[in-house]
Every structure is written in structure tokens, then in C-alpha cells.
């Protein structure tokens, strides 16, 4: 398959409301899997998903999904499903309706957009009795199921998610998260931006951050941590010895702060030069002194490299 | 055109999906005319249309026989028709339809359901249009069938035979015909400024003006009016005094298949640029 085929890609796209910056200059090519938009409020990320479907027609620059372009609607809606952040709908509408009313545009028989639509609210866990509910009378959560059962129940290939987790309960961010992972491990493009980002920092393939309408950076997560040079990485060391650890790392100068874990089984040790340090810590090992039971990163997270790249002003840094 | 771009024309015509379209049309329309008539919303349209047939039904309940004869009856119907229906009623209900069917999508903020489905833009606006022309002439035309019968049912067997063996038959017809054409018409009208305008109100509240005014414009301006196309399809000419008299007068005589022709090519005009501007709709919620 050409790889433009299967791909996501922004090409130098820039959006103007009137005088006011969407986005700007955006060069992005998105892999299958399930990518993270991240960044403040008005960042630009609902613009970059309403430009990758067509809601909104970019200023400069060319935008193509899986070589698709959205003015070719039949095919192109045929392989996007777009779950909106606008909380509204049609009015007067059972959720089932909502979602078979939308499969039956898509010219299949009334039978299969029943079986569709069944399977789709399956999927979000909507239970037969509420679907067949009006959507007036819906809880925040039960409107944000069946607006992301109206965006999969044609299947597509490519899913774009507008804070899909708003409004969830935990059991329902959970559940929704398991789809997502789901999703993304068949194959499919899922672009989600969301601030939970705890939550979709542990199923996310890779991270794009955007502020005031820029791109700052995309990749894996922990790419792009190491390319955050400028701030100390922090790893958390479980052991028997954490004071006697801290001592001793601190006794080269890459190593710049150390935090005690609460529980008093570990430490948290920054440093500006995370592979001396790991030399350093397969010395101490080696040596036998302190015995160490796990390594890990402690801010190659979503969270952390919004922190790191955006701060919690939302100003790039 | 040369020979040659004519074909390509043609065979790219060929390849699309017509059927596909076909069935896509269809069920957005059904959708639409759901949403247009079933909805609490169009009961003031409803009133529009019957109320003339209330009044009516009213002078047969409590003022039976004590009216002026058939012929001026006649001529009653044609001005309810001509001044009430063409100039109020499917003026306003339209306003209300087709102002609705994109605008008022856009301000309940649910239009981008349908710019994300697999349907052209195209096929998204002239569904809604065709959707919107059923909803107003099923209550119109039903409205009209109302009057028609109401005005005539009390003269009895004569009444029956005027309305069923006589002129009436051909009255009726012709004013079906301008409810069809004044619904298209007008609802092409306003579906382009609920399109242009988030508020369509002042542009229409101009296009009554210019309805009103445009009898006394120069020939050529008067082919930009629905009602001076409608005026010539009145099977009665109404007998109006005045003011009145501006809203009935008939300043070049056109035959009826001109003024069809002439008011369907208005129309399939403004639904052009319409899709045109359709096409290039972006949805932002925020500045409605």
C-alpha cells in the first residue's frame, strides 16, 4: 500500500478565522495507532481535527487521510468517523434513532444499519433500554457514548475523538479507553485529544503538542522526553538503601535532585545526563552494596512533557 | 465546449454514484420532512396555512347563506390566495421551513452530523430543499384544498357541481400550481440567506419589501420576483383598490408557460449558487 494511503498528513497547513490564528504552518504525518493531541485550551487542537475532517477548510497547505481528501465525501466518510466535542444533537431523537438515522445515509439495506447500530451501542456499553430513550434525557456521559457510537458504528478506519473522555464516569473512561486500545491494535488511525492525560498517556502510540496554534513536537512519548535536553529526566529507583543510593549519586554532578519515595523503598533522582547515570547505577549494582529491584522513568508521561514544553500557563517554553 | 471536453463531461457524469445519491436523497428527505412537520416548532406554520380555512369554516358555521353570491366568492378566494397566501402565508411559513433547514442546524449545533456522513454537500442542500418544499406544499396545498372547499360547500349541489364540473376544478389546479411554485421559489430565496445571513430576518423583511414594490420596476428587474412570475398564473384577477392594487397588478401580460419557465429558471439559479455556497460552508458553532 502507498504509504500516503494509510497515512494522516498535513503538509504546511495554516488556518485563519479571519484575523485570528488556528493553526500555523503544520507538517504532520500520522501513522496508524492511537496518537494524542495535546496542548491548552484554544492551542488549536479541535481546529487540526476539524481541518483533518473537513468541518473547517485549511487557509494554506494541503491536508490528506489515508490519500483522501474530505470534498470526496462518499469515500472519505465512509473510512472517518468524527466524534465531535459540540454536546448537541438533533432534537427529538432516541439514541438509537440518532445512530441508525446517520448508518442509513450511507445507502446500506435497513437491515444492516439495524445490526450496526445495535453493534455500535453495544461497543460504548449503552444498554437497549436507554438507547431507546430520547436524547434529551441523557446524562453527560450517556450523550458522549452515543455520539462515539454514531462516529464507529460505520467502522472506519480512521477515528478522530474531541475529549472523548468529557463527561465519563471512571468505569466509563475506563471501559473507553479499552475500546480505543482496541481500536488502535486493529490497525486503526485513532486521534484523540484529551486532557486526561494521565489516561491517554498509558495507551498512546505517540504524543503531538501544539500551543497558540504551533506545533511543538510529536512522537513517541519517550522520543520525544529525551528530546526535552533542557530538563533534568527523573527515574524512580525501587530499593533496599534509597538514602545510601541518593549519597552516592549525588556524588557525580549530573545528578541534581533526589526525593525519598513515601513509602521509604525508593527514590526519585533527577539528572541532566541520563546515560552516565545509567552507567553509574550498573556500577553501584555491580557493587553490591545497594540492591536494586526496579528502574523506571518517572516523567517521560504525557503529563510531564506537557509540563516540560507547554507549562501550565499553556505558553511553549 | 469542444466535442471532446463534452465527452470527458459526459463519461465523468456516468461514473458518479447516482444511485448511490438517489438513495442518500431519499432518506435525508424523509429525515427533513419528519423534522419539518412533525415538531412543535411548526405549529405556527400550521397556523399560517389554516387559518384563512378556520375563518372560513367559522362564516359556514354561524353565518350560512347570509354571504354575497358564488362569483364574488370567487373573487374573495383569488385575493385570500393572491394577497394572503402568496404575499403572507407561504411567505412567512417559508421563511420559517427553509430559513431552518441549514441556519437552524447551525444555531442548534448539530449540521455537522451531516457534513460528516458520506453525502455531498450537494446532495445535503437540494434534499433539504426538496424536503422543505414537500413539508410547505403538503400543509399549503392542504390548506388551500381546505378553503377551496369550505368557500364553495355552502352553495350545495351548485357549489359541488362548480368545484367538480365547472371553472373550479381549473381554479383550483392553477392555485395548487402557485403554492408549488411560490414554495420553490421562496424557499430557494431563503435557504441562500439563511446561507449568507446568521440572521435571515432583515433580508427577508427586504425581499417583502421588493415584492411589494416591484410591479412599478422597469421590465427586466421584475424577472428577480417571485410574485410577479405567480401573478400571472392567477386564474382570477383581483379587483383591488389602492395599496392593494400595487400587490395585484398585472403590468405586462406573459403567458402562463413563460412565467413557469421563467420562475423555475430563478430558482434553479439561486439552489446553484446555493450548493456553491454550501460547498464552502465551514462549521464554527462559536460565531453563531
Not at chain 1, 3 to 31: H, M, Q
Not at chain 2, 21 to 30: D, G, L, P, V, Y
Not at chain 2, 207 to 229: D, H, R
Request: charged content about 15%.
Amino acid at each position: 500500500m502507498n504509504a500516503a494511503n494509510d497515512t494522516i498528513r498535513f503538509e504546511n497547513v495554516s488556518k485563519f478565522y479571519g484575523e485570528v490564528l488556528g493553526v500555523n504552518r503544520i507538517s504532520l504525518t500520522v501513522s496508524p495507532g492511537i496518537t494524542t493531541l495535546v496542548g491548552p485550551n484554544g492551542s488549536g487542537k479541535t481546529t487540526l481535527m476539524n481541518l483533518m475532517t473537513g468541518l473547517v477548510q485549511p487557509s494554506r497547505g494541503t491536508i490528506s487521510v489515508l490519500g483522501l481528501a474530505p470534498s470526496n465525501a462518499t469515500e472519505f466518510f465512509c473510512n472517518v468517523g468524527y466524534c465531535a466535542q459540540f454536546d448537541s444533537f438533533p432534537r427529538g431523537l432516541t439514541g438509537f434513532q440518532f445512530v441508525l438515522d446517520g448508518l442509513m445515509l450511507f445507502g446500506m439495506s435497513e437491515e444492516d444499519a439495524y445490526h450496526l447500530t445495535a453493534e455500535a451501542l453495544d461497543r460504548v456499553q449503552l444498554d437497549g433500554e436507554a438507547s431507546h430513550r430520547k436524547i434529551a434525557g441523557y446524562s453527560k456521559g450517556m450523550r458522549q457514548k452515543i455520539r462515539l457510537a454514531q462516529a464507529i458504528a460505520h467502522h472506519p478506519r480512521v477515528l478522530v475523538l474531541d475529549e472523548p473522555l468529557n463527561g465519563l464516569d471512571p468505569m466509563a473512561r475506563a471501559e473507553s479507553l479499552a475500546l480505543f486500545q482496541e481500536l488502535g491494535r486493529q490497525g486503526m488511525h485513532v486521534v484523540i485529544s484529551s486532557h486526561i492525560l494521565d489516561e491517554v498517556d498509558r495507551i498512546s502510540d505517540r504524543v503531538v503538542l501544539i500551543t497558540g496554534g504551533y506545533l511543538i513536537a510529536q512522537g513517541n512519548i519517550h522520543e520525544v522526553r529525551r528530546e526535552v535536553r533542557d530538563k533534568p529526566m527523573q527515574v524512580l529507583i525501587r530499593c533496599n538503601s534509597p538514602e545510601l543510593l541518593a549519597s552516592k549519586m549525588f556524588a557525580v554532578n549530573h545528578c541534581v535532585e533526589a526525593r525519598l519515595h513515601a513509602d521509604g523503598r525508593g527514590v526519585f533522582l533527577r539528572t541532566g545526563d541520563i546515560d552516565q547515570f545509567y552507567r553509574l547505577l550498573n556500577e553501584i549494582a555491580v557493587e553490591g552494596l545497594v540492591k536494586i529491584e526496579a528502574v523506571a522513568p518517572a516523567d517521560d508521561n504525557a503529563n510531564a512533557i506537557y509540563q516540560y514544553l507547554i507549562g501550565s500557563d499553556g505558553s511553549a517554553s | 465546449m469542444t466535442q471532446h471536453s463534452f465527452g470527458y463531461a459526459v463519461a465523468m457524469m456516468r461514473q458518479q454514484p447516482w444511485s448511490l445519491w438517489w438513495i442518500q436523497a431519499r432518506r435525508m428527505t424523509t429525515i427533513e420532512i419528519r423534522r419539518n412537520l412533525f415538531t412543535r416548532r411548526a405549529w405556527w406554520i400550521y397556523f399560517l396555512a389554516f387559518i384563512p380555512a378556520v375563518i372560513l369554516l367559522i362564516h359556514l358555521l354561524i353565518d350560512s347563506h347570509s354571504g354575497p353570491g358564488m362569483s364574488d366568492d370567487t373573487e374573495v378566494l383569488a385575493g385570500v390566495v393572491q394577497l394572503y397566501y402568496v404575499r403572507l402565508g407561504i411567505f412567512f411559513g417559508c421563511l420559517g421551513i427553509f430559513s431552518r433547514l441549514i441556519r437552524g442546524e447551525m444555531i442548534e449545533r448539530s449540521l455537522h452530523y451531516y457534513l460528516l456522513s458520506p453525502v455531498r454537500r450537494e446532495v445535503i442542500l437540494l434534499s433539504k430543499f426538496f424536503a422543505g418544499a414537500v413539508s410547505a406544499v403538503v400543509l399549503f396545498g392542504a390548506a388551500m384544498i381546505a378553503d377551496f372547499v369550505l368557500m364553495y360547500a355552502d352553495y350545495g349541489a351548485a357549489g359541488w357541481d362548480f368545484m367538480l364540473h365547472g371553472p373550479g376544478l381549473g381554479q383550483l389546479e392553477a392555485y395548487l400550481l402557485i403554492v408549488v411554485l411560490a414554495s420553490l421559489g421562496y424557499g430557494s430565496i431563503f435557504l441562500l440567506l439563511s446561507l449568507m445571513f446568521r440572521n435571515p430576518m432583515p433580508g427577508a423583511m427586504l425581499l417583502l419589501g421588493w415584492e411589494a414594490i416591484n410591479p412599478v420596476m422597469p421590465s427586466l428587474v421584475q424577472k428577480f420576483s417571485v410574485a410577479s412570475y405567480l401573478r400571472h398564473l392567477m386564474p382570477v384577477s383581483v379587483p383591488a383598490e389602492g395599496i392593494f392594487a400595487l400587490l395585484t397588478v398585472e403590468t405586462e401580460p406573459v403567458s402562463a408557460w413563460v412565467a413557469v419557465l421563467g420562475l423555475l429558471a430563478l430558482i434553479a439559479l439561486v439552489l446553484t449558487y446555493t450548493c456553491y455556497r454550501m460547498r464552502r460552508l465551514e462549521i464554527r458553532y462559536t460565531t453563531e
